[in-house]
């Protein structure tokens, strides 16, 4: 947050800058002084307003996860996760780690399909359900375009849709969270780790909280891509352990201490693990996890017993 004021106000003295001669210092000085104490006291009272944890969903230190990747409108992988989903014990939380729509090669593309049948498991579960948003649904809300062998997959998908059905689309896509965070220390999310503007003293889940889907609209896709919180979260394929771990901290400071980061999103055979801190996995597996077990570290994570083949 008050970094954020940082970067605005900064931006205010340069533009000041070019409106005004020397002479005019003091002036310019009052007025930043001003500016600075109506923005801490705007985003004090926008944060005591917004909804808690909008972006961000905390689950308990109770229960069990189970964690899926991309799905890319494949029916098959879709319905063996509701199987496995809907055959759990009641305490058991199901994070999908989003991309649903736009196909892929080597299935029938049913996104549809995929979309339909979420939105009602969703309803049906409610807070058991977290599907996650990814950056083929944020193309469709304010995000930069996403396109395969030269076919914008964004403008294809919604040319063959309805209106009605674009709407339920996009107000599906609005209510999407970015992040999960367990009461173990487990952090998920589309892609990761955010690299931009971090360190330690970042309250990230602060930054995530307010974050709003249709502020890249006019940016530059790779400067929203590289710069930005959301960019990283839906884009990142940077897997420095390093930056894992000052992600990590920054999404610590509520003194829930994070241990390590579950992402999707970028290709992987089955699943990767990436220092300790890391682990990507792919569609063909899924992660099984006990709430209530410390894990500090991804080769804790046993195949088998945590890293589940899809079929
Ligand atoms: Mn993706």
Redesign the pocket.
């Known amino acids: 947050m008050n970094d954020m004021i940082k970067k605005i106000t900064e931006r205010y003295k340069r533009e000041l800058n070019t409106l005004l001669g020397e002479e005019k210092k003091l002036l310019q000085q009052e007025l930043i002084n001003r500016l600075d104490s109506i923005l801490i006291e705007c985003l004090a009272e926008a944060k005591r307003v917004a909804p808690e944890d909008k972006r961000v969903i905390r689950l308990p230190r109770k229960g069990k996860l189970k964690i899926f990747a ?1 799905l890319h409108g494949n029916w098959r992988n879709y319905s063996r996760i509701k199987k496995i989903f809907i055959g759990s014990d009641k305490d058991c939380y199901l994070a999908l780690l ?2 649903y729509i736009h196909g892929s090669p080597g299935y029938p593309e049913e996104s549809e399909r995929v979309l339909d049948d979420l939105i009602g498991l969703k309803r049906r579960y409610r807070k058991r359900v977290i599907p996650l948003l ?3 649904e944020h193309s469709h809300i304010g995000g930069p375009s996403v396109s395969k062998h030269g076919v914008d997959q964004t403008l294809a998908f919604e040319y063959r849709l309805s209106q009605d059905k674009i709407k339920k689309y996009k107000n599906f896509f609005r209510s999407l969270p970015l992040l999960i965070k367990t009461g173990s220390g487990i952090v998920i999310s ?2 990761g780790p955010v690299r931009a503007f971090i360190s330690k003293e970042v309250n990230l889940i602060d930054e995530i909280n307010m974050i709003s889907y249709d502020d890249s609209i006019n940016m530059d896709p790779y400067e929203f891509r590289d710069n930005t919180i959301l960019g990283n979260l ?2 990142n394929r940077i897997f420095d352990p390093k930056d894992a771990r000052t992600f990590l901290e920054s999404l610590s400071q509520d003194g829930n201490k994070c241990f390590l980061t579950v992402y ?2 970028t290709p992987v055979d089955g699943y990767r693990m990436v220092g300790n801190n890391q682990l990507i996995l792919s569609p063909q597996c899924f992660l099984e996890i006990d709430l209530s077990e410390r894990i500090e570290s991804v080769q804790q994570l046993k195949k088998g017993k945590h890293i589940k083949k899809l079929r």
């Open positions: 991309d989003g991309d990814g950056d083929h589309h892609s839906l884009w999707g999103h």
